[in-house]
């Protein structure tokens, strides 16, 4: 028997597969509202066949998401996080703290939405270079000086890649024993995507 409710909303870590679907399907639920920008874990081809309406957010937040990815690599850099400890013990040696310049420093964007846009703009006010790979060349970033290259070259030149694309059958595992053989010795990567993006199997 339907219940009364026509619409759930979901989140990055429930897996709404074919079952699940049907059974949603059965309840008289006629829309998935999902509060985030992917939607990788939704089986969108169940959902056309049972006329279940799939909504997101396609701009969620990217200042703030791009802004983590700006944090996160100062604290690799600089080793905050290590610092801050040190200091609470009244140890204030520098030994192993000292990072680099981000001026001058290559970073490669792998994705160039609202996200990666808004990433690369930041990184290009450091002062660094900015190459980018997307499918779609992003304009405004054309505009600002961003280079364009393939992905085996991006992941060559780079001293820092931050990932900013959705994971689908084409992105999944990028980053694997392959590409990772592609890399500078020592190059910073950045994920604030989806984690299967990485395959972080032994």
Request: proline share 2%; net charge positive; aromatic share 6%.
């Amino acid at each position: 028997m339907a219940t009364q409710t026509e619409a759930i909303c979901v989140f990055v870590n429930d897996r709404v597969n074919e079952t699940i679907i049907k059974q949603l399907a059965l309840q008289g639920v006629k829309v998935i509202a999902l509060r985030c920008a992917g939607f990788n874990n939704i089986d969108l081809s169940a959902t056309a066949a049972h006329k279940i309406k799939v909504v997101r957010v396609p701009a969620y937040s990217p200042h703030a998401v791009a802004e983590h990815a700006i944090a996160l690599i100062m604290a690799l850099n600089r080793k905050t996080h290590k610092a801050y400890n040190r200091v609470r013990e009244q140890n204030f040696s520098l030994n192993g703290l000292l990072g680099f310049d981000l001026n001058g420093k290559t970073v490669g964007v792998i994705g160039t939405g609202n996200i990666g846009e808004v990433f690369a703009k930041i990184m290009i006010g450091f002062g660094c270079k900015v190459i980018a790979f997307d499918i779609h060349q992003n304009e405004k970033l054309l505009k600002a000086g961003v280079t364009y290259l393939p992905i085996e070259e991006l992941l060559g030149h780079s001293d820092i890649i931050s990932l900013h694309c959705p994971l689908n059958e084409h992105t999944r595992y990028l980053i694997n024993d392959n590409t990772i053989g592609l890399m500078k010795e020592g190059v910073m990567l950045i994920n604030t995507s989806r984690g299967a993006l990485i395959d972080t199997r032994p």
